[in-house]
C-alpha cells in the first residue's frame, strides 16, 4: 500500500511569513496526526483528528498554528506568521481503528525560519 | 508524568555487539510501549512493541524488555549491524482527556554501529 505523503520536503522561509504543509493519509486511515520534531527531539503531537473532526489539539499553538482535514482525508497544517523557534520537521502520521492504532509516519518536511 | 525518559542520547557498539537502550516513565495509565526507528530523511517507522502485561517480546534480533513495578522498559538489538545505524525512540500510549489515544515519544537515542 502507498505510504503517507507529504510536501513540500524542504520549505525556507523569514520570520513572520506564512507557510503551508499538505499531507495525504494512507487510503482508509481514519485518524490522521500531525506532530513537530525538533532537531534532537522526539516527536510532539500537535493536532490529532478523526476523520474531519479534532479530538486532540491541547498542544497546538493556535495563535499562529492551525490545521484542517477536509472530507476527512487530506490535511494542511499552516503556520503564520512563523518565527524562529518553529523551525523543525513536520510530521504527518495516520493510523486505522485497531485497538494499538499502528501510527505510519510520512518523511516529513523540514521547515527553516531564518 | 505524561513524559518518557530515555537514555542514552547516543550510543556506539561495535558490530556484532549488543545495543541496549532504556526508558522509564510515570504514568501508570499507559498500556502500550511501542519503539520507533528513524533512518536521516525519514519518518519514524515502528520496530516492535509491548504491552504490560508482558515482560520481554522477542522480535528477530530485538527484544523488549518491560519492567512493569519499575516503570522502566528496555530495547535490545544483539548482533547490532551498520544497517542499524538510526536514531530510536521509545514511546508510550496514553488515553488522552478527549478520550483519543496519542503516543508520547522519548527524546531519542542516536544509534551508531562501527564495522
Known amino acids: 500500500e502507498a505510504g503517507v505523503a507529504q510536501s513540500p520536503r524542504y520549505k525556507i522561509i523569514e520570520k513572520r511569513q506564512s507557510v503551508a504543509f499538505w499531507c495525504n493519509p494512507i487510503s482508509g486511515h481514519a485518524t490522521l496526526y500531525w506532530y513537530q520534531q525538533i532537531l534532537g527531539q522526539g516527536p510532539k503531537l500537535l493536532i490529532q483528528?478523526?476523520?474531519?473532526?479534532?479530538?486532540?489539539d491541547s498542544q497546538l499553538p493556535k495563535d499562529r498554528f492551525s490545521a484542517e482535514r477536509l472530507k476527512g482525508v487530506d490535511s494542511t497544517l499552516k503556520i503564520q506568521p512563523a518565527k524562529l523557534e518553529d523551525s523543525a520537521v513536520y510530521l504527518c502520521?495516520?493510523?486505522?481503528?485497531?485497538?494499538?492504532?499502528?501510527?505510519?509516519f510520512g518523511p516529513g518536511t523540514r521547515l527553516t525560519v531564518l | 508524568q505524561q513524559q518518557v525518559k530515555q537514555s542514552p542520547q547516543s550510543l556506539i557498539v561495535q558490530k556484532g555487539g549488543i545495543s541496549i537502550i532504556n526508558c522509564a516513565y510515570e504514568?501508570?495509565?499507559?498500556?502500550?510501549f511501542p519503539w520507533y526507528q528513524q533512518f536521516p530523511g525519514k519518518g519514524p517507522a515502528l520496530l516492535i512493541a509491548?504491552?504490560?502485561?508482558?515482560s520481554e517480546k522477542k522480535e528477530g534480533r530485538f527484544t523488549i524488555s518491560f519492567n512493569k513495578s519499575a516503570k522502566q522498559f528496555s530495547l535490545h538489538i544483539m548482533d547490532s549491524q551498520p544497517g542499524d545505524s538510526a536514531t530510536y525512540f521509545c514511546a508510550a500510549r496514553a488515553e488522552s482527556p478527549s478520550s483519543a489515544s496519542k503516543i508520547i515519544f522519548g527524546s531519542g537515542t542516536r544509534l551508531s554501529i562501527r564495522p
Open positions: 504514568n501508570t495509565a499507559f498500556d502500550y
Open positions: 502520521a495516520s493510523s486505522s481503528d485497531d485497538t494499538y492504532n499502528e501510527q505510519f
Open positions: 509491548i504491552r504490560p502485561d508482558v
Open positions: 483528528f478523526q476523520n474531519n473532526g479534532v479530538v486532540d
